[in-house]
T-cell receptor, first 119, second 113 residues
Framework: AQKVTQAQTEISVVEKEDVTLDCVYETRDTTYYLFWYKQPPSGELVFLIRRNSFDEQNEISGRYSWNFQKSTSSFNFTITASQVVDSAVYFCALSESSIDQTGANNLFFGTGTRLTVIP | GAGVSQTPSNKVTEKGKYVELRCDPISGHTALYWYRQSLGQGPEFLIYFQGTGAADDSGLPNDRFFAVRPEGSVSTLKIQRTERGDSAVYLC???????????FGQGTRLTVV
């Protein structure tokens, strides 16, 4: 069975600080996909990144970076030089490979981490 | 439209009533998903459509919940005999194919009183 754990329920940082959001997952599949979504107060889930289980290369996109480590089943997300607009709930999600290997299955979400950036 | 559109944005209904929630996916997206998000929780999968057919409805909690997508575009989630425990935000998402990123709508907040 699949499981996604986001142990940090709420985090507060002062603007310009760096912050890392933790995500630990469990799956029996060897092929799977990991995601991060941002949910601002408007409620819409905004896609940030998708990473497949065969690609452990870390990724950087502007102030965002992701550290995928299969050895510890973690997919952590770091925001550098945080800004007030980064305030939101961030969800990590897991999708296991479909039986016919056609791609990602449905998403299993963690409980989210509420990030507050204080000006 | 530019994104996934869900209507209504808010719905208040009395216990025992029937409700319909509508989702307009992004044009050209063949895959459509419904999720339910309770307060303080992450979204939970309900049902997935590929085209007109429900390819996976394993997340529907019971037979009071039903969803259709008759023409492979707009989808309607239907809840019969609503209960207070059905109160949640119902999110719809669509993707070009099953293996590509899903884009979410802003959700319908359902409150059963």
């Amino acid at each position: 069975a699949q499981k996604v754990t986001q142990a940090q329920t709420e985090i507060s940082v002062v603007e310009k600080e760096d912050v890392t959001l933790d995500c630990v997952y469990e799956t029996r599949d060897t092929t799977y996909y990991l995601f991060w979504y941002k949910q601002p107060p408007s409620g819409e889930l905004v896609f940030l990144i998708r990473r497949n289980s065969f690609d452990e290369q870390n990724e950087i996109s502007g102030r965002y970076s992701w550290n995928f480590q299969k050895s510890t089943s973690s997919f952590n997300f770091t925001i550098t030089a945080s800004q007030v607009v980064d305030s939101a709930v961030y969800f990590c999600a897991l999708s296991e490979s479909s039986i016919d290997q056609t791609g990602a299955n449905n998403l299993f979400f963690g409980t989210g981490t509420r990030l507050t950036v204080i000006p | 439209g530019a994104g996934v559109s869900q209507t209504p944005s808010n719905k208040v209904t009395e216990k025992g009533k029937y409700v319909e929630l509508r989702c307009d996916p992004i044009s050209g997206h063949t895959a459509l998903y419904w999720y339910r998000q309770s307060l303080g929780q992450g979204p939970e999968f309900l049902i997935y459509f590929q085209g007109t057919g429900a390819a996976d409805d394993s997340g529907l909690p019971n037979d009071r919940f039903f969803a259709v997508r008759p023409e492979g575009s707009v989808s309607t989630l239907k809840i019969q005999r609503t209960e207070r425990g059905d109160s949640a935000v119902y999110l719809c998402a669509s993707s070009y194919r099953r293996s590509t990123e899903a884009f979410f709508g802003q959700g319908t907040r359902l409150t059963v009183v």
